[in-house]
């Protein structure tokens, strides 16, 4: 497989999840609902369950968003440009803040899977943070050189 076909496939993929994304967020009040009636703290807590995983959500497709915008300069062949440090930077606060509303989660229910997102999201905001740092450097060599030539 070429590097055009993974490049488009990725594309589409995070086209996919954005919107999937946002019907998701859209629906959970109906899908808590119905989980409820299987596992009983979706019905106990079902308003604080709902905010949480509302926010999480926003969060979620606000990185998203950013990984779009990512990879238009990707397509572009422009990668470093300093608004890929900034969706960088974002991405890594929207993933401090998935990990720490899903601290609140553990005031509701502590289960493992909490205590994993947890982790997973603050090592994912931790390298985006250094990422952004990386390309803000490459983006500092690149103008350097532009203005050499």
């Known amino acids: 497989m070429n590097r055009l ?11 996919f999840m954005f919107y999937a994304g946002i019907l998701v967020c859209l629906t959970l009040p109906v899908t808590l609902k119905f989980l409820g009636e299987y596992f009983p703290h979706y019905k106990i807590f079902y308003f604080p369950m709902l905010v949480l995983f509302f926010i999480s959500g926003i969060f979620a497709i606000l990185i998203i968003l950013e990984l779009r915008c990512i990879f238009r300069t990707v397509l572009n062949e422009n990668c470093f440009v300093k608004e890929n440090v900034q969706s960088l930077k974002r991405m890594g606060n929207y993933s401090f803040c998935i990990a ?40 500092t060599y690149k103008l350097e050189n532009d203005l050499t030539i």
């Open 100 to 139: 720490a509303v899903s601290v609140f989660r553990l005031f509701i229910v502590i289960t493992p899977a909490t205590l994993v997102i947890i982790l997973v999201f603050v090592i994912a905001g931790l390298f985006s943070k250094v990422l952004s740092n990386v390309f803000d450097q490459a983006v």
């Open 5 to 15: 076909n993974i490049t488009k496939i990725t594309k589409w993929m995070l086209d």
